[in-house]
């Protein structure tokens, strides 16, 4: 019987904190333990999302998150410069944790626990201590290469100064008046509080290999550049996986009897590598689900929603194979142009994964940022989208 067991979740980062604080609201009659290897919740990381990512239902949970919010935000290419009248947010690490340790009770979490094996009905830490669950699921994270899949990477560096932000009001999502070098490039600069900015050097680039020391040092130069240069209170890195193709029953085999949420299962916007909105809406779905959530359960329905999502990605597989097989790298930024003419209504479906139909055309329809033939070439070139 698992009827008196846990359910463990492993990975106390951003989806697996988010399904634990959904679930012991929720679900109170689900003992849960939240396994985390670090020292704290959530790692180091700055979550931004625009309003369109929240899903129905989890406003609340988001509010609980102190979100910085930017009532506009910029994009800029060469020659063309657009204020967007869309706002824009950011909460981080430091938030969820703080809200993991406010919402659940003590027993319902284990910090600085290292787990060496997982099992659909227990785990076991590296300490040798084996914990019995009704159902385990893995939310460990990215874990370098996904099997199975064709993915291009977006990777960046990025430094928190203190410098105050000529326009406190206003998030600079992409600026790619840069030299165009390891793919599309371009600076992020989100002003997040008063005294401080965060200034990110972006690449969406064919492979994952960054260079931490020699993008710090161009972010610093894009601060000082822009009179943001001040202390250096925090840095992040970042190396997220875009996808092109593959073959989902490779990534994640049907008969895998063990749990997923997160980046270890796929969980993340294809053209952006973003996962906050995915995050919560799975933690919206999973809390609500009926029945007892044990390992055959959880198995097979978070295996199921990889699968929908897989679906409705097909259309973001496709732009990514025009970005990455029909655009020159150092030509990459031209797409990102032809597709900032659009409206906010339809930019926010873009990056909310909900776009219409008529959305789809018209991201299409314009005069094409790439040659057509090797557009036509990329967009036959794979049988997944
Ligand atoms: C620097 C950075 C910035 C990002 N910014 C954004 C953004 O602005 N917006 C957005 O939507 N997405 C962003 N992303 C992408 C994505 O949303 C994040 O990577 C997100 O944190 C992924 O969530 P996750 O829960 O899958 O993994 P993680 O948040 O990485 O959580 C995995 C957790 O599992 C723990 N863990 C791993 N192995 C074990 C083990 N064996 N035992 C116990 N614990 C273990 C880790 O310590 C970690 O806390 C960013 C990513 C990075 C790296």
Excluded at 77 to 86: D, K, T
Excluded at 195 to 214: M, R
Aim: net charge neutral; with cysteine.
């Amino acid at each position: 019987m698992t009827h008196g067991l846990p359910l463990v979740i492993v990975g106390g980062g951003l989806a697996g904190a988010l399904a634990a604080l959904r679930l012991a609201e929720r679900r109170p009659d689900v003992p849960l333990v939240l396994i985390e290897g670090g020292t704290g919740f959530g790692g180091n990381h700055v979550w931004s999302f625009f309003d369109s990512d929240v899903p129905h239902g989890a406003h609340d949970l988001v509010e609980a998150l102190t979100p910085v919010r930017w009532p506009r935000h910029r994009v800029a290419f060469e020659g063309r410069e657009r204020v967007l009248p869309m706002a824009y947010n950011a909460t981080n690490a430091a938030a969820l944790d703080a809200l993991v340790r406010a919402r659940l009770p003590k027993a319902a979490y284990r910090l600085g626990a290292q787990v060496a094996r997982i099992e659909p009905d227990a785990v076991t830490l590296a300490t040798g201590e084996r914990i019995a669950a009704r159902a385990v699921i893995d939310a460990r994270g990215p874990d370098g290469p996904m099997p199975g899949l064709e993915l291009g990477w977006q990777k960046f560096v990025g430094i928190e100064f203190a410098a105050r932000a000529p326009e406190p009001d206003c998030a600079t999502v992409m600026d790619a008046r840069l030299p165009q070098i390891d793919g599309y490039r371009f600076v992020y600069v989100l002003p997040l509080s008063a005294e401080t900015v965060l200034v990110e050097d972006t690449y969406y680039s064919d492979t994952p290999d960054l260079d931490v020391g020699q993008v710090a040092d161009r972010v610093r130069a894009l601060a000082r550049e822009r009179g943001l240069l001040g202390a250096e209170l925090r840095q992040e890195t970042g190396v997220l996986p875009i996808l092109i193709g593959g073959d989902p029953d490779l990534f994640w085999p049907e008969n895998e009897p063990i749990a997923r949420l997160g980046l270890r299962g796929g969980f993340f916007h294809a053209t952006t590598g973003y996962s906050f909105g995915l995050a919560l809406r799975l933690a919206e779905e999973l809390s609500a689900l009926p029945g007892l959530l044990d390992s055959a359960q959880l198995a097979r329905w978070t295996r199921a929603r990889f699968m929908a999502h897989w679906r409705e990605s097909g259309y973001f597989r496709l732009l990514n194979r025009m970005l990455f097989h029909a655009a020159k790298p150092e030509e990459r930024h031209r797409i990102f142009a032809h597709f900032y003419r659009l409206s906010p209504e339809r930019i926010g479906r873009f990056y909310a994964g909900a776009l219409t139909a008529s959305d789809k055309l018209a991201i299409l329809t314009g005069k094409p940022p790439v040659s057509i033939p090797a557009a036509v070439r990329a967009l036959l070139g794979g049988s997944s989208a």
